[in-house]
C-alpha cells in the first residue's frame, strides 16, 4: 500500500471510534453509570460516565459507520482509492462500543489512583479508546481485522491518533463544549 492509501485506511476505518468520545459529550448527562457508588472512597467511574452519553456514543458511531458502507461504492470509484472492505455488522458495533469501552475502563483507572473528574492521565487518556476498539473489533470480526488493519495501517493509526485526540479535544474545549482541553 503507499502512504495514502495507508492514511485514507487509517483514518476510514477508526472514524466509527473516533466520534463515540465526542458524542458522549454532546449527549451525556443523567444517571451515572456507576449509579454513585464508591469503592475505597472513590467513584467506581464518577459522574463523567453516564447511561446517555454511553448510549448516544454508540448510536453515533454506529450510524457513522453504517453512513460509510453507504458511501463506499461512490467514493471508491470518485476518489480512486481503494477503500477498506465494508464495515460487517459486528464491527459497526465493536467499534464505538471498544472505544467508550476504552474510556470507561480509563476512568476506572483514574479513580482507583486518586485523579478527580476531569484530571488528565496523559497517555491513557489518548490511547484508552483507539487500543480497547481494536481489540473489540478484532474479536468481532478477525477476517476484516486483519485485512484492514495490516501492521503499517496499525502504526500509522497509534501515531495519528494522538494527535486527533489532541486537537479535536483543544477544539471542543475552545467551543466550551468540554470543561478541559483533554
Ligand atoms: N460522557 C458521558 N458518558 C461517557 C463518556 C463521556 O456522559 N461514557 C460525557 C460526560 O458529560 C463527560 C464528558 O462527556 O463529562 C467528557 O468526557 P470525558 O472527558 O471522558 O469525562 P470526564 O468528565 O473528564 O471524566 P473522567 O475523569 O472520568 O474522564
Ligand atoms: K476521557
Ligand atoms: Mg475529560
Redesign the pocket.
Known amino acids: 500500500m503507499d502512504i495514502v492509501a495507508v492514511l485514507v485506511t487509517a483514518f476510514w476505518a477508526m472514524l466509527p471510534a473516533y466520534v463515540p ?1 465526542n458524542a ?2 454532546l ?3 443523567g444517571p451515572p ?1 456507576d449509579g454513585g457508588r464508591t469503592w475505597n472512597g472513590e467513584r467506581i ?10 448510549g ?2 454508540i448510536a453515533a458511531g454506529a450510524i457513522l459507520a453504517l453512513l460509510l458502507n453507504a458511501v463506499h461504492p461512490t467514493l471508491q470509484d470518485v476518489l480512486a482509492v481503494q477503500l477498506p472492505a465494508p464495515f460487517p455488522p459486528a464491527v459497526v458495533l465493536a467499534l464505538p462500543t471498544g472505544a ?1 469501552l476504552g ?2 475502563t ?2 476506572f483507572l ?2 482507583r489512583t486518586g ?5 488528565a492521565f496523559p497517555g491513557l ?1 489518548q490511547l484508552d479508546f483507539v487500543v480497547m476498539a481494536l481489540v473489540l473489533t478484532a474479536v468481532a470480526d478477525w477476517g476484516w481485522f486483519t485485512a484492514t488493519f495490516t501492521p503499517e495501517v496499525l502504526a500509522t493509526v497509534l501515531l495519528i491518533t494522538p494527535l486527533l485526540h489532541v486537537s479535536t479535544n483543544v477544539i471542543a474545549y475552545k467551543l466550551s463544549l ?3 482541553p ?1
Do not use: C, F, M
Not at 115 to 119: D, F, L, Q, S, V
Open positions: 468520545n458522549a459529550v449527549t451525556g448527562g453509570i467511574l464518577g459522574d463523567g460516565k453516564t447511561w446517555r452519553g454511553t448516544g456514543g467508550l474510556d470507561i480509563a476512568s483514574k479513580r485523579r478527580e473528574r476531569g484530571a487518556d468540554k470543561s478541559e483533554w
